[in-house]
């Protein structure tokens, strides 16, 4: 179990200069193989240092987590029903992808409906992702591992040691594609389920990416065709009731590190909020919804016009918290030597390019060494 000092620490009194060894709580926790769940079951009633979040500076939307900034009322992330999609009428296709771009354009961020993924089954992947996490920890602690280059595993923290604080979530991700796992590879608890649901949000993943080509006025299979949905991985998040909910957060802000997420959250646990004219928006649960956003590979490739919105899930007093979030990724940490810049198509004299061409191994590598520490990642491939 993580050592206790520090746990009597007032946020307020926190400094470098006490001679805390975070370092040594960091590694003590992560030895326990037992995740934050594993904290939650040893009865713990103070955050432990380590979860605390250090004040921000000079970042109006990093308020003091429990009472953020007050959002605009009249705000919403758009809801697009994509049932008109297979009804084969032109004039509809072209109004629900006029509606998916300018989302991509004005919010980074949209829920969908009639997708085509069962809403039984996306209920299910909840569950078992419910039972994963909270069976005994010595039956998690079997899938526990900090090789990020590994196809699946079970940790807290992919940033543990790189973050300025740690969040309160426990993880089992799974890499889909572009190569599979054995089956073996994924928990017998999760695996046929994670299985079904992996084919239904892979089709769904394609199409959306069809909708996006066509909506930028490129061929409908020019993003499939350069390899943005080569590869994708699920990560099942589970976010722990919290003692103190104030003093740390389930995930904090930051921009994902892909092309494109669908996000399957809780129907019961809100907490995702995203980061909307400098101010936090929730973002609740639709009843048979996914959400769908756009990833930083997507806002550089598009050189802007489409955008990585930050986003953030708060931690909870009362109520553990599951997700589901599908990252299109392309090839990830697979050797491919294909670079990725702003394509050719949507440049001009008047739209010159902002970033410069990079690897997606390049990027994941940026990404995952910084971790979520509230600083965009793109910043290193601007022009």
Known sequence: MVASNGNDHDISTQSESDN???????????????????????????????????????????????????????????????GGIK??????????IDQVVSSCENYGFFQIVNHGVPEKLMDEMLEKVRLFHEQPAEDRAAFYRRNLAANSGYL??????????????????????????????????????????????????????????????????????????????????????????????????HADSDFLTILLQDNHVSGLQVLHKNQWVDVPPVQGALIVNVGDLLQLITNDRLKSVEHRVLANLANPRVSVA?????????????????????????????????TIYEYITHFQAKGLDGKSALTLFQL
């Open 156 to 253: 807290s923290n992919f940033d543990l040691f790189q973050a300025p604080s740690a969040n309160w979530r426990d993880t089992f991700y799974c890499s889909m594609a572009p190569t599979p796992p054995k089956p073996e590879e994924i928990p017998a608890i999760l695996r046929d389920t994670l299985m079904q649901y992996s084919d239904h949000v892979e089709k769904l993943g394609l199409e959306l990416f069809e909708l996006v080509s066509e909506g930028l006025g490129l061929n409908e299979n020019y993003l499939k065709d350069i390899d943005c949905a080569k590869g994708w991985a699920l990560l099942c998040h589970y976010y722990p009731e919290c003692p103190q909910p104030e003093l740390t957060i389930g995930t904090a802000k």
């Open 87 to 96: 009804k084969g009428d032109a004039q509809q296709r072209k109004m629900i």
């Open 20 to 82: 805390y060894d975070r370092m040594k709580d960091l590694k003590a926790f992560d030895e326990t193989k037992a995740g934050v769940r594993g904290l939650v079951d040893a009865g713990i009633q103070k955050v432990p240092r380590i979860f605390i979040s250090p004040p921000t500076v000079g970042d109006d939307s990093e308020t003091n987590l429990a009472s953020y900034a007050e959002k605009p009322k009249e705000f919403s992330i758009p809801v697009i029903d994509l």
């Open 326 to 358: 599908c990252f299109f990724h392309g090839t990830r940490l697979e050797p491919s030597t294909r670079k990725y810049g702003p394509i050719k198509e949507l440049l001009s004299e008047t739209n010159r390019p902002k970033y410069r061409e990079t």
